[in-house]
């Protein structure tokens, strides 16, 4: 159980384009999703939390017109990367927090995010 | 804001046992987690602990003291496969209300024969 899935696993992407990353709670429900970066050889940085029907709450610092998010199910979070840039090349990994659940969150397998 | 603080790299042998110190500053308190993550894949959980003292599980436990505001995860009879990245992170209540946890930059753990 407490499985969470994130397609695509990896992708290629040219500089001014969008790249929209999914998240999957699979056998759970999760009224809350976090949203990390991960550069290299560095801790995971929270981006956003994304609460289901309702705004995400972003971190000092990220651009919430460029990070788009959507929470639209209890089962589904998204994250747009709109117009990419090679800065925005990172891993990016959600966790989901389940409704029924104390504390513990959840990782989904992280996206890595090349962008040329 | 929070300051979490854990050494960069440890090495060790295997079938040793190695302790992964972390130091935290923060206000709102509401956990510790440990997390394990392997080069290029999600972080998986190991442990959390909310109250002082040591929670034992197999070969791994983990101990905390919040006067203190020290953790530390004991990797006991370490295999090859313990070669990984190991994340602090501490949960506290956020300026927004809910309960954020936040991740330390990590230990490095190389295990060699």
């Known amino acids: 159980g407490a499985v969470v899935s994130q397609h695509p696993s990896w992708v290629i992407c040219k500089s001014g384009t969008s790249v929209k990353i999914e998240c999957r709670s699979l056998?759970?429900?999760?009224?809350?999703m976090f949203w990390y970066r991960q550069f290299p050889k560095q801790s995971l940085m929270l981006m956003a939390t994304?609460?289901?029907?309702?705004?995400?709450?972003?971190e000092q610092g990220v651009e919430k017109d460029k990070f788009l998010i959507n929470h639209a199910s209890l089962t589904l979070s998204t994250l747009t990367v709109t117009s990419a840039h090679p800065e925005d090349s990172s891993f990016y990994i959600c966790s989901a927090k389940n409704v029924r659940g104390r504390y513990e969150q959840y990782f989904g397998p992280g996206t890595r995010l090349t962008v040329t | 804001g929070q300051n979490i603080d854990q050494p960069t790299e440890m090495t060790a042998t295997e079938g040793a046992i190695v302790q992964i110190n972390c130091t935290y500053q923060?206000?709102?308190?509401?956990?510790l987690f440990w997390y394990q993550q392997h080069a290029g894949e999600a972080p998986t959980f190991l442990s959390y602990?909310?109250?002082?003292g040591l929670e034992e599980k197999g070969r791994f436990s983990s101990f905390l003291s919040r006067s203190k505001g020290y953790s530390y995860l004991l990797l006991k009879e370490l295999q090859m496969k313990d070669s990984a990245s190991y994340l602090c992170?501490?949960?506290?209540?956020?300026?927004?209300?809910?309960?954020?946890?936040?991740f330390g930059r990590g230990t490095s753990l190389i295990v060699h024969p």
């Open positions: 992170a501490v949960r506290a209540l956020s300026s927004g209300g809910s309960y954020i946890p936040t």
């Open positions: 923060t206000s709102g308190f509401n956990g």
């Open positions: 602990n909310v109250l002082d």
């Open positions: 056998d759970f429900q999760a009224t809350t």
């Open positions: 994304s609460n289901e029907g309702s705004k995400a709450t972003y």
